[in-house]
């Protein structure tokens, strides 16, 4: 399914970075072309981390709250109004082809590839299509990490108390002045569990090995608050509850006893995974796997025409609002990057 075009601007993600980098060069008359992700893939989600996330409280614009995939529909719709084209089994398809209640569900392509080495690039996707582009936006994002046990997942999705981000979930009244529970050793788990004990009753940290890999002066944070109980040498290995949990089922790495805890909410805290594997190394990475930027402060990569926005090239904040603002930048910057090559 070869498609013989020529794109100024090929967006690859559909997360909050990548729909409002599609509104930016919409909106621009860039006639930009969204490779979103599967719903069914393990790794480019349409909608991004989002789509496993039940109420959004902290993006400005929904003073009650929103739910992610809620959220997300609400984005790529915005993108589709001012002309955004999507790559779908059925080939490139514009708003008035895709379905406009339910978009994130139609099915859409993922990239099995790019060829950065010249221009204009070459996008090639998981169902055949093909496109090249003189711009492309990175905005793939970072998948959290999970123990890949059934009921964490069917609890994470359902919105039933398991979470991989206490900044996104952690001030919800469901995990208020309860017991919760953080699973991981390193700086990101002490960072989740001191700032859940804003709001819970008491919050355990669950580590595997007889020490934390944190820093020491997160170590010191940990042991010094109160409301922080680490458990050794211990790991999950189920999660209970029906529609939400009641508890975990703890095992001793060194023993293999179980127990039962009970709690109200738990809170993945053990890394995330920049999805950068269809590049096959044509861009620099950090050592965590995150895409390099050329300036800090802009979304240039060392590839002129290639730009980079959200959760792929940030491991710090990895929130919906600062992955929204990069697309903005990485939009911006490819609009005046393509009008400095007399492409408009």
Partial sequence: MSENTNEKVVIIGSGPAGW???????????????????????????????????????????????????????FAKQAMRFGTRVATDEGIQDSEQVNKDAPLYTPFQNVKSVDLS?????????????????????????????????????????????????????????????????????????EEASYLTKFASKVYMIVRRDELRASQIMQDRAKDNAKIEILWNTKVADVLGDKVITGILLEDTNTGDQRELPLKGLFMA??????????????????????????????????????????????????????????????IDAERWLAEQGID
């Fill in 118 to 190: 010249k221009r204009p690039f070459k996008v090639t996707g998981d169902n055949g299509t093909e496109v090249l582009a003189e711009s492309v936006i990175i905005a793939t994002g970072a998948k959290a990490n999970w123990l890949g046990l059934d009921n964490e997942m069917r609890l994470a999705q359902s919105g039933g108390g398991v979470s991989a981000c206490a900044v996104c979930d952690g001030a919800l009244p469901m995990f208020r002045d309860a017991e919760l529970a953080v699973v991981g050793g390193g700086d990101s788990a002490v």
């Fill in 270 to 331: 053990i890394g995330h995974t920049p999805i950068t594997g269809f590049l096959n190394g044509q861009l620099d990475l950090d050592d965590a796997g995150y895409i390099k930027l050329k300036d800090p402060y802009r979304s240039t990569t060392e590839i002129e025409g290639v730009f980079v926005a959200g959760d792929v090239a940030d491991h710090v904040y990895r929130q919906a609002i600062t992955a929204a603002g990069m697309g903005c930048k990485a939009a």
């Fill in 20 to 74: 409002t980098a599609a509104i930016y060069a919409a909106r621009a008359n860039l006639n930009p072309l969204v490779f979103p992700g599967r719903a069914t893939g393990k790794d480019l989600l349409p909608g991004g981390q989002l789509m496993l996330t039940t109420d959004v409280e902290n993006y400005p614009g929904f003073p009650t709250g929103i739910e992610g995939p809620d959220m997300m529909q609400e």
